[in-house]
């Protein structure tokens, strides 16, 4: 065996132990920023120019971790993983430079064999098989469906990292091969995707906003997201019934920023929509639909989504230990 496959099944161990420690419970997401602070290492994020994460020393010997502030949510994520890997596996005290491919997790990103030990670290620690097959298998999705760009873009959405990095953590998880996961890599436009999931309603406001295509799969989990990100929920009306699918008055700032409805030819016949929503306030929020006949308010069936968008973190402590204080206080 050589030395660099050691390293990599040593840090994928390594990581498979982290991940083992603290349960998803209702998330999608591994929770890496509370894994790291229980782990015992201080995490702090900083506006850092030119860098995109650094293992340091702290008071009396101790270790903890600088993340940037200037990348998004999802590579923040995969940064303060990385770095986790540095101090997990014993590597001296690193400074990760910001590059333009640094946040694509590519099995050559860099020749350096800590480098890749930390990559392969933070991949089996945020996507590892199993967690991808919860997921896959909580969609219905199969495994030709997972080398498809847009459903490789909502599994990275639910993982919580890159749309690259979830196309080589595909490739490590034995789902699809180097080939697939480099072109889809290369060679998909994710601007495409997200405005193909809400035509013709344009992403003007906000470009880098993620578009979440939720279904009632998705009803019951923690979904992470940002506080500009758009919900597309297809629906099937009963109009003959009487029975309409609506927003819930439970559902405290959502609004439906666009509607697309397509009515079947056959009289009394399904009338099929595709309701665009948003709640641009940040927090933890219930997105729920209720079918229901407005005259009368029966309801014939409920939808419920728990949504975090609180999106990337700022400056300072993570977000939660901030409240955690202000609690405390």
Not at 117 to 141: C, D, M, N, Q
Not at 221 to 250: H, I, N, R
Request: net charge negative; glycine share 8%.
């Amino acid at each position: 065996m050589t030395r660099f496959r050691e390293r990599t099944l040593h840090a994928a161990a390594e990581a498979a132990s982290i991940f083992d420690r603290f349960p998803l419970e209702n998330r999608t997401s591994f929770d890496i920023i509370r894994a790291v602070k229980d782990l015992g290492f201080p995490v702090m994020f900083r506006p850092m120019k030119g860098l995109l994460g650094a293992t340091v020393t702290v008071e009396e010997g101790a270790q903890g971790i600088l993340v940037t502030t200037k990348r998004g949510l999802p590579i923040q994520r995969f940064t303060l993983a990385h770095e986790l890997g540095h101090l997990v596996l014993g590597h001296e005290m690193r400074f990760d430079f910001l590059t333009e491919d640094a946040d694509e997790a590519t099995p050559d990103a860099s020749d350096n064999p800590e480098e890749k030990a930390a990559e392969a670290f933070a991949s089996e620690l945020l996507a590892p098989r199993k967690l991808i097959s919860r997921i896959a298998l909580g969609r219905t999705w199969r495994k030709p469906d997972l080398n498809r760009p847009a459903t490789v873009y909502q599994l990275a959405l639910r993982l919580g990292i890159s749309f690259k990095a979830t196309c080589w953590a595909l490739a490590r998880g034995g789902f699809i091969d180097d080939k697939s996961a480099k072109d889809l890599a290369e060679d998909t436009k994710v601007n495409e995707i997200k405005t193909n999931l809400i035509a013709p309603h344009g992403l003007s406001e906000n470009p880098w906003a993620d578009i979440w295509a939720v279904t009632p799969e998705d009803a019951g989990s923690l979904l992470e997201c940002g506080p500009d990100d758009l919900f597309v929920v297809a629906v099937q009306d009963e109009p003959s019934a009487g029975f309409l699918w609506e927003l819930d008055e439970s559902a405290q700032g959502f609004e439906v920023v666009f509607e697309k409805t397509d009515i079947s030819e056959s009289y009394g016949g399904e009338c099929s929509r595709v309701l665009v929503m948003k709640n641009n306030a940040p927090g933890h929020h219930r997105l729920t639909l209720k079918n229901r006949r407005p005259w009368s308010g029966e309801v014939l069936s409920t939808t419920d989504y728990s949504i975090a968008n609180f999106g990337k973190e700022t400056d300072g402590l993570p977000r939660f230990v901030k409240l955690e204080l202000l609690g405390a206080g």
